[in-house]
Every structure is written in C-alpha cells, then in structure tokens.
C-alpha cells in the first residue's frame, strides 16, 4: 500500500511540474513577441542604452549569446581527447543525483 502523503507529495509534484512547463511556454511566447516588436523597432521608444529598455517598471535587456557548431570530423577528435584524458586520469569525473517524475497511465497498472 502507498503511504498518501508520499502519494501527494509525488501528485503535487506532477502538477507543478505541468504548471511549471504552461508558464515556460507562455514566457517563451510572449518574449518571442517582445523580440519581433524589437525587430520591427516598435519598442525603441523604451530604449535607455543599448539593448536595454525600461518599459513600465521592467528593464528589458536584449543580450547575444554565440555558440560554437563543430563539424562531425572536429567533434569526433575532441571526443578522443575526452577519452584520453579520462583514461590518463587527466579529466575528473563528476556525479549528481536528481529524482525523475513522469505520469503514470493508471489503466495499465491492473
């Protein structure tokens, strides 16, 4: 038998999770309509320095970050220098331990 506090504990944890997911999706597409109206120069009004706004009582700061893409060839040799290193000891493994949750289909569990 399940202990129902744990059984709650782990059901609020889904629902926040769900929350948690709605509201990331809802920032991710209000800030996509934040940048089109930077694109079009609708909120250049609100500009105090570069790429940075204060609209209301919010400042807005647009930051650039730039990745590297390597090619497959490039990217394979440096998976061979990890390995190396790993096996010279020169690398040091590192562990963290985080719990999963996932919603179960409660028809398939009869």
Known sequence: ????????????????????????????LKTLHL???FQLGEINSFQVQENVFEINR?????VETRRWLYSER??????KIKEVAQLTGEAQQTASTSFR?????HTSIL
């Not at 059901?11 to 929350?19: S, T, V």
């Not at 919010?58 to 647009?62: A, D, E, I, N, S």
């Not at 949750?101 to 289909?105: G, N, R």
Request: hydrophobic residues 40%.
């Open 35 to 37: 940048e089109n109206s």
């Open 1 to 28: 038998m399940i202990d129902t506090d744990y059984a709650v504990l782990a059901d609020e944890i889904m629902q926040l999770k769900k929350q948690a997911k709605e509201i990331k999706d809802l920032i991710d």
């Open 58 to 62: 919010v400042r807005v700061t647009r």
């Open 74 to 79: 490039v990217q394979q040799q440096i998976d």
């Open 101 to 105: 949750f996932k919603e179960l289909d």
